[in-house]
C-alpha cells in the first residue's frame, strides 16, 4: 500500500489550503500520485498533484489527504512511501521511497531497473 508521512501529510494540506485561498477550486483538492518506468533511463519517474478523481482510480486515506492512484501507477506504486524532508541545510523536497518495481512490473529482469544476474 502506498503512504504518506506525517510531514507530507503537513505539506500537501498546507499546499491545498493554498490552492483553495486562491478561489481555484470549491472543493477539497485530491492528490494523484503517479509513476513510471522509463526504459531509457531504467528509473521510476514519479508524478504529483491535485486532480479529480476518475474511473478505477484506487483511493486511500492518506492522513486526512485523498490520495488517487491510476490502475497503471498501482504497481510501480506499491509499498512506496511520499515523505517531505530536509535534503540540504533548509532545502526541502517530496521524496518518493520505495515503491521498487518487480520484474514484470518494471518489464525487465531487475529491482528498480537493475540487470539481470
Do not use: W
Request: glycine residues 14%.
Amino acid at each position: 500500500m502506498f503512504t504518506l508521512t506525517p510531514s507530507a501529510a503537513d505539506q500537501v494540506i498546507r499546499a491545498a489550503a493554498e490552492q483553495s485561498d486562491s478561489g481555484r477550486n470549491s472543493k477539497p483538492p485530491m492528490l494523484r500520485v503517479a509513476a513510471k518506468y522509463d526504459e531509457n533511463d531504467g528509473e521510476l519517474v514519479y508524478g504529483m498533484g491535485f486532480d479529480d478523481e476518475r474511473e478505477d482510480d484506487l483511493i486511500i486515506d492518506g492522513g486526512g489527504i485523498t490520495i488517487l492512484i491510476s490502475p497503471r501507477s498501482q504497481p510501480l506504486l506499491e509499498g512506496a512511501t511520499l515523505d517531505f524532508a530536509e535534503v540540504q541545510a533548509g532545502e526541502f523536497q517530496f521524496i518518493f521511497r520505495g515503491g521498487c518495481p518487480s520484474s514484470s512490473a518494471a518489464g525487465n529482469c531487475g529491482s528498480c531497473g537493475g540487470g539481470c544476474s
